[in-house]
């Protein structure tokens, strides 16, 4: 059972990388209550991550399937949430002009849609409570500001215009949220380059997993409703859209 003074916090892709940093993270403090999902039901994998950090819970999701996350929300402790860190996506170098439209549709689903039913299915649980922070990571490569630059850089291509897609769901998120003045935080945050399984795809030099997850929870720690619609990076400075 969680504690009424205890934050709940869900990371929705947590099996590895960033994701699963961010939980170890969590599990640091003890105002926390920390949670993490994986993508299908895996007893040995569940088992692993829950001996790894024993403080925290494990439910499996499915970012491209609805039910699988409309069941991961019934199983939050007392139904309730403060914050919700979609972290799940998909990225590697996919030029737009050399892949098929089914490619950049794979990208959408599990980069924007996915999202986008992670929203509506933990919306309940998130409204249960007062905190209502949802954080999106997101990427540079979605920055359409620094990716029309002639020297732009990173993964590019159908993962730079699916994170750009999922940019502008934070902000209608937002704006359709805080309109009807419930008081949401949401945002999208640029991990940086961090050294992943992803990450690794750019090159060697990525800073390790550990250190994102601290700026990062450092700043959503700092987030507040008049921040919200923003795009920021790991370190807390805002990024153009
Ligand atoms: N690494 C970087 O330098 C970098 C830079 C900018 C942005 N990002 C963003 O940061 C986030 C984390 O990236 P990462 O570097 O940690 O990537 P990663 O090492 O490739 O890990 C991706 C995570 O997403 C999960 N995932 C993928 N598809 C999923 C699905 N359909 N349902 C549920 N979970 C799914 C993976 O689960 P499985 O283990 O089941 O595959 C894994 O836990 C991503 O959104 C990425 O776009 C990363």
Same mark, same amino acid.
Request: charged share 15%; glycine share 10%.
């Given at each position: ?14 099996s ?24 299908t039901?895996?007893p ?40 919700l ?63 029309a ?12 215009t ?5 940019n502008?769901? #934070?902000?209608?998120t /937002?704006?359709? @949220?805080?309109?009807a &003045?419930?008081?949401? $935080?949401?945002? *999208? ?9 992803m ?6 030099g990525?800073?390790?997993? #550990?250190?994102?997850? /601290?700026?990062? @929870?450092?700043?959503v &720690?700092?987030?507040? $409703?008049?921040? *919200?619609?923003?795009?920021?990076k ?8």
């Amino acid at each position: 059972m969680s504690s009424p003074d205890q934050q709940i916090v869900l990371v929705i892709g947590a099996s590895r990388g960033l994701g699963l940093a961010l939980v170890e993270k969590l599990t640091k403090s003890p105002t926390t209550r920390a949670l993490g999902t994986v993508r299908t039901q895996s007893p040995t994998l569940q088992l692993e991550l829950e001996a790894q950090l024993p403080s925290a819970t494990f439910l499996t999701a499915d970012i491209t399937n609805e039910a699988s996350l409309l069941s991961a929300a019934q199983q939050l402790p007392g139904g309730e949430l403060d914050v919700l860190i979609v972290n799940a996506g998909m990225g590697a170098r996919d030029p737009v002009t050399q892949s098929s439209t089914d490619t950049l549709a794979a990208y959408l689903d599990t980069n924007v849609l996915g999202p986008h039913r992670a929203i509506r299915a933990f919306l309940p649980a998130l409204r249960a409570r007062k905190t209502r922070k949802i954080i999106l990571i997101s990427s540079s490569s979605g920055c359409l500001t620094q990716q029309a630059m002639p020297d732009s850089i990173g993964l590019a291509g159908c993962y730079g215009t699916s994170k750009a897609a999922l940019n502008m769901l #934070a902000v209608q998120t /937002s704006n359709e @949220l805080n309109r009807a &003045g419930e008081g949401f $935080t949401v945002v *999208s945050i640029h991990p940086g380059w961090v050294a992943t399984d992803m990450g690794n795809k750019v090159g060697d030099g990525g800073m390790p997993p #550990a250190e994102s997850a /601290s700026k990062i @929870l450092e700043l959503v &720690g700092r987030l507040e $409703t008049s921040d *919200s619609a923003s795009f920021y990076k790991f370190d807390g400075e805002k990024m153009p859209w």
